[in-house]
């Protein structure tokens, strides 16, 4: 009898945790992207937040952002000014894309990873699985 009873909370706290593990999503979220057009410049008025939330350098980030829209940036206080006009979603699909090459773990595709320099090579240390794997470029 005791055992049924040990089986019926064991199935009962099961249930919920998958319930949890469905409702949970992605713990890791960037914030909407603030952009504000003044002439023929962009102003990314919230780009301060997206560093601190990658954990990674706010120059890096900012330098992978011009390279990729090829075009000027530069910090303004907490903003970022970039040389022409662009749309928020372009900002947003950059970002997608810079996390996925260099913050998610490739292996358990956990956002908890740090960047170490062994010589002048990077890699991306994972602090969920331990894993460790180069990484390419100079945005790190």
Request: proline residues 4%.
């Amino acid at each position: 009898m005791v055992k049924s009873e040990y089986e019926k909370l064991l199935k009962k706290i099961q249930d919920k945790v998958s319930e949890n593990k469905k409702n949970s999503g992605s713990r890791f979220e960037l914030p909407q992207v603030d952009i504000m057009w003044q002439g023929n410049r962009t102003l990314f008025r919230n780009f301060s937040e997206f560093p601190k939330i990658l954990r990674r350098d706010a120059d890096k980030v900012l330098q992978y952002l011009s390279k990729e829209f090829a075009t000027p940036a530069q910090m303004a206080g907490d903003k970022a000014v970039f040389v022409g006009k662009k749309e928020p979603h372009d900002f947003t699909s950059l970002f997608a894309r810079y996390v996925k090459e260099y913050v998610e773990c490739p292996t358990c595709k956990s956002p908890d990873t740090r960047v170490e320099r062994s010589n002048r090579l990077a890699f991306l240390i994972c602090e969920a699985c331990g894993a460790k794997s180069s990484l390419k470029g100079n945005y790190v």
